[in-house]
């Protein structure tokens, strides 16, 4: 229960609860009482709880923190190594087979679990529901979700195959999926009624980011209503922290797991526990790596990672702290930008690393700020959303390495309403039904079309082929009509 302040003759708490205010006083945070007065006793006992609910020692920990790190000196960008990245001209067909064979031996073993990062809302898709379950228009009709969770089952299909030929047995591959307090429930509910698309239950795990108090300029709490605290997610970053207080490390580490694949939500074409990376992290013997697909032009408002300092560790710098003249800047040797390897968000950890990475962002309690508009009592006010990001991760690894893949092939993000310039849902249908015709062609399929070729295209399925694979029995000599979903 509560403990609500001292009672008037009335029974109506006349001052807040005197323990809480001292609290509140230690962490300069008083104000959040200051409408004490006008409000009801019902009113009171929400302000109360909601107070109750923060963890104000942490809370602090992290205003005065991230407020003090701005303005502090980082120590300047270099490019990264060539020897850290492994790119597409220069990686074998050898080397390929050998980290697909790699990879699928580790998932057939249990070692690797996926983790999904889907905290957000389709509000810029002109959605109130999760992104995930968003339909791009495939012929098929499938989300995001299903996409995804059908891309898992063909890989636990095809490593189950690659140990033991004709097996039908596998070891599922655990699915850690992220929500937020604004998509967990509806998340559940569309997994639930969509029967986990073929999955099963007990292979997928939900589990909630955090959100943290918006605060002022000067560190104080805004208050988006007499009686409540805003409040705002703490970014996908909040990944780390969520794993460590849900003891979901542990889960995993029971689970047998040693690497995890980590992704956000909104990409069409993402290669969920993809073997052929997974091959090449284990071979590397790295705590990190990330997919990166090459910078377009120099001015493409995407994050790049860098080396921070000398000998430094790998990290992305937000193309908004980018110096202009570094980012037009070509390496004479590669003749490639100097910062080319763009983050796309596709990452891959071990699971000591994540450990390492929760202690340590804890520890240092540093968040990004970010200005904006916050719902208050005074209406929308200008404030500051504290918000940690998946990328953080990096300047902690010993090692990184770069796996560089095309975008036209694992890259279709799904960001801006249809009407946008880039990034729509019709920009990523288009390139997974590219994607798919080249596959259709390249085991000796023809198509014939009523419209352009360069407007329509066919999907297959990910249950029949992950990633162009095993498709000669299904195409070869036969035509299909663009547009169409090619299934078993």
């Known amino acids: 229960m509560s403990e609500l302040g001292t009672t008037t003759p009335g029974g109506n708490a006349s001052s807040p609860p005197q323990a809480l205010l001292e609290r509140l006083k230690d962490y300069g945070q008083e104000d959040v009482f200051s409408l004490w007065d006008e409000l009801s006793p019902e009113e009171r006992e929400l302000l109360v709880k909601d107070i109750e609910s923060l963890d104000l020692p942490r809370i602090d920990?992290?205003?005065?923190?991230?407020?003090r790190s701005q303005g502090l000196p980082i120590p300047a960008i270099e490019p990264v190594p060539e020897s850290c990245v492994s790119t597409v001209?220069?990686?074998t067909l050898e080397e390929r087979e050998r980290w697909w064979k790699m990879g699928l031996k580790a998932i057939s073993e249990g070692r690797l679990a996926v983790l999904l990062l889907s905290g957000g809302q389709g509000t810029r898709l002109g959605s109130s529901d999760p992104k995930g379950c968003f339909?791009?228009?495939?012929?098929?009709?499938k989300s995001l979700f299903q996409l995804q969770a059908e891309r898992i089952l063909c890989v636990q299909r095809l490593a189950a195959q690659s140990v033991n030929e004709g097996s039908a047995g596998f070891v599922p591959i655990h699915w850690?999926?992220?929500?937020?307090?604004?998509?967990?429930d509806a998340t559940r509910k569309f997994f639930?009624?969509?029967?986990?698309?073929?999955?099963?239950?007990?292979?997928?795990?939900?589990?909630?980011?955090?959100t943290i108090p918006c605060i002022s300029k000067d560190?104080?709490?805004?208050?988006?209503?007499?009686?409540?605290?805003?409040?705002?997610?703490?970014?996908?970053?909040?990944?780390?922290?969520?794993?460590?207080?849900?003891?979901?490390?542990?889960?995993?580490?029971?689970?047998?797991?040693?690497?995890?694949?980590?992704?956000?939500?909104?990409?069409?074409?993402?290669?969920?526990?993809?073997?052929?990376?997974?091959?090449?992290?284990?071979?590397?013997?790295?705590?990190?790596?990330?997919k990166v697909v090459r910078k377009a032009y120099p001015q493409e408002k995407v994050g790049v990672f860098v080396r921070r300092g000398k000998g430094g560790p790998l990290a992305v710098v937000e193309y908004s702290e980018l110096d202009p003249m570094l980012a037009s800047e070509i390496n004479q040797e590669t003749g490639r930008l100097r910062f080319c390897w763009s983050n796309v968000c596709l990452h891959m950890f071990t699971l000591d690393f994540l450990n390492?990475?929760?202690?340590?962002?804890?520890?240092?309690?540093?968040?990004?700020?970010?200005?904006?508009?916050i719902p208050s009592i005074h209406g929308y006010t200008v404030g500051l959303k504290l918000e940690q990001f998946i990328f953080d991760a990096f300047t902690y690894a010993p090692s990184t390495a770069l796996f560089e893949v095309l975008r036209e092939e694992e890259f279709a993000p799904v960001k801006n309403a249809n009407g946008s310039?880039?990034?729509?849902?019709?920009?990523?249908?288009?390139?997974?039904?590219?994607?798919?015709?080249?596959?259709?062609?390249?085991?000796g399929g023809f198509l014939t079309h009523s419209v352009p070729l360069y407007a329509t295209g066919v999907e297959i399925s990910p249950l029949c082929s992950y990633a162009g694979e095993n498709l000669e029995a299904i195409c070869r000599g036969r035509t299909f009509h663009a547009p169409c979903e090619i299934t078993f």
């Open 135 to 141: 339909n791009i228009g495939l012929p098929s009709g």
């Open 192 to 210: 639930e009624s969509h029967k986990y698309f073929g999955l099963e239950p007990d292979q997928v795990t939900f589990f909630q980011q955090g």
């Open 176 to 184: 850690y999926i992220m929500t937020s307090p604004f998509t967990d």
């Open 421 to 443: 310039t880039f990034d729509t849902p019709d920009s990523a249908r288009l390139l997974v039904l590219r994607l798919h015709t080249r596959w259709v062609v390249a085991a």
């Open 356 to 373: 390492q990475v929760a202690n340590g962002l804890e520890k240092d309690s540093i968040f990004h700020l970010a200005e904006k508009k």
């Open 89 to 91: 001209e220069e990686r």
């Open 61 to 67: 920990r992290i205003i005065r923190c991230s407020l």
């Open 219 to 290: 560190g104080r709490f805004i208050m988006e209503s007499p009686y409540k605290v805003a409040k705002a997610p703490d970014g996908n970053g909040g990944v780390y922290s969520a794993l460590k207080y849900s003891r979901l490390l542990e889960d995993m580490a029971m689970r047998g797991v040693r690497y995890l694949d980590c992704y956000g939500v909104d990409n069409a074409l993402v290669r969920v526990a993809d073997p052929t990376s997974l091959g090449y992290f284990i071979d590397k013997g790295v705590a990190a790596a990330a």
